[in-house]
T-cell receptor, first 114, second 116 residues
């Protein structure tokens, strides 16, 4: 069935490096995507979103790239800090009967070594 | 602005017992979601409300799970009877606009349920 998934379950980086977290989606009709960060013991927290009419969107230290041709998303974190250690999820809003259902992938655990 | 409030934070019950979770969304938020997050997985939507009406409950195991959002504000999620596989974190989230619009969801800290 159609799903949102992630390529790598765990990513380890050194503090100061740039991190890239990837996500594949299979629903070609999806037109809105969100990246969430989930720290241990907390609920997911919004990082950045992107609509399908865009290829790139930048925030503070984060950039999301969308490649609709291959149905791929990536989250780039510049100058990764220990506080960035968390699980990162991409989510898509799937249309269903006139409403959107936020659907999450499995997640990637980012570990930042000082 | 106060965030999404959930209680209790933790709950341990025996299988076949009943349990209820409570959620108070951000004030004025029309849409409310309940998600189930099993360890090592992403959140899975159980039910979505717009005000006090159900928008989607296609993934809610209705033989044992029920949810309501009386008066379109607070919500409760109940499991009766619980099974071992219900052990998970139950997350409540809300968003300011209706489900026909693209928007982020604001999540509470969740209730960690352990069924033994």
């Amino acid at each position: 069935g159609e799903s949102v998934g992630l390529h790598l379950p765990t990513l380890s980086v050194q503090e100061g490096d740039n991190s890239i977290i990837n996500c594949a989606y299979s629903n070609s009709a999806s037109d809105y995507f969100i990246w969430y960060k989930q720290e241990s013991g907390k609920g997911p927290q919004f990082i950045i979103d992107i609509r399908s009419n865009m290829d790139k969107r930048q925030g503070q230290r984060v950039t999301v790239l969308l490649n609709k041709t291959v149905k791929h998303l990536s989250l780039q974190i510049a100058a990764t800090q220990p506080g960035d250690s968390a699980v990162y999820f991409c989510a898509e809003n799937r249309g269903s009967g006139g409403s959107y259902i936020p659907t999450f992938g499995r997640g990637t655990s980012l570990i930042v070594h000082p | 602005e106060a965030g999404v409030a959930q209680s209790p934070r933790y709950k341990i019950i025996e299988k076949r017992q009943s349990v209820a979770f409570w959620c108070n969304p951000i004030s004025g938020h029309a849409t409310l979601y309940w998600y189930q997050q099993i360890l090592g997985q992403g959140p899975k939507l159980l039910i979505q409300f717009q005000n006090n009406g159900v928008v989607d409950d296609s993934q809610l195991p209705k033989d044992r799970f029920s949810a309501e959002r009386l008066k379109g504000v607070d919500s409760t999620l109940k499991i009766q009877p619980a099974k071992l596989e219900d052990s998970a974190v139950y997350l409540c989230a809300s968003s300011p606009v209706g489900p026909a619009f693209h928007t982020e969801a604001f999540f509470g800290q969740g209730t960690r349920l352990t069924v033994v």
